[in-house]
C-alpha cells in the first residue's frame, strides 16, 4: 500500500505537494490564525483533491483576509457574495458559511481560553472519536475525515507521516501539543 509519504517522497523536491508534506502537515501550529486556515482548507478539501486546495491557498488567504480571525468572524451578507462570486477558492455556500461561523466560534473559545490553541491544548491527548465527538459540538461542517486531517496536519493527532518518512523525525523533534 502507497502511503501518502510514499507518493510526496517520490515527487521533485520543487512540487507543491511535496513542498506541503516537508514543511507543513504535521508539524505543530502556534497561531490561531494558521490554525483557522487549516480548518478553512480541510473544509474545503471535502469532496476534492488536496492538490486543488494547495493550489488555491494563496487565493483562500486573499479572500479570507489572511484568516484574521476577528475579520472573518465580522463577514457579513456583501463578504458572503464576494466570496461566492470569487474564482480564487472553492465557490460554496455551505464551505463559506462554515468559515465566518467557525471564525466566530472561535473568537468565543478565545475569550473563554485564551487562544483557540488554548481550547485544542485544553483536550488534548484525545482520540479521534472523541474529537470528532468535540468539534461536532463545536464547529459547523467539520465531519470525522475533516477533524482527523486538521488534526493530524498542526500535530493534535499522530499519524501524519509513516515512521519511514525522513519527515518523521523532524516532527518528533519537536513539542507536540
Known amino acids: 500500500m502507497t502511503t501518502y509519504c510514499d507518493f510526496c517522497n517520490a515527487l521533485p523536491p520543487d512540487d507543491i505537494q511535496r513542498v506541503y508534506h516537508d514543511t507543513q502537515y504535521g508539524f505543530p501550529l502556534r497561531e490561531d490564525n494558521?490554525?483557522?486556515?487549516?480548518?478553512v482548507l480541510e473544509i474545503n478539501q471535502a469532496g476534492l483533491s488536496w492538490l486543488?486546495?494547495?493550489?488555491?491557498a494563496e487565493g483562500f488567504r486573499r479572500a479570507y483576509a489572511e484568516f484574521d480571525l476577528e475579520t472573518v468572524a465580522g463577514f457579513g451578507e456583501a463578504d458572503r457574495l464576494r466570496l461566492l462570486s470569487g474564482p480564487g477558492i472553492i465557490r460554496n455556500r455551505l464551505k463559506i458559511n462554515a468559515a465566518i461561523e467557525n471564525a466566530?466560534?472561535?473568537?468565543v473559545l478565545q475569550g473563554e481560553f485564551g487562544s483557540f490553541r488554548a481550547w485544542l491544548d485544553a483536550h488534548a491527548p484525545q482520540e479521534?472519536?472523541?474529537w470528532v465527538i468535540l468539534f461536532k459540538r463545536t464547529f459547523v461542517f467539520t465531519g470525522g475525515e475533516i477533524v482527523g486531517e486538521f488534526l493530524m496536519s498542526t500535530g493534535y493527532l499522530p499519524g501524519a507521516h509513516s515512521p519511514l518518512c525522513p519527515i518523521f523525525e523532524k516532527i518528533e523533534s519537536q513539542k507536540r501539543p
Do not use: G, S, V
Open 52 to 56: 486543488t486546495i494547495l493550489k488555491k
Open 34 to 39: 494558521l490554525l483557522f486556515e487549516r480548518l
Open 104 to 107: 466566530r466560534r472561535i473568537r
Open 128 to 130: 479521534k472519536d472523541a
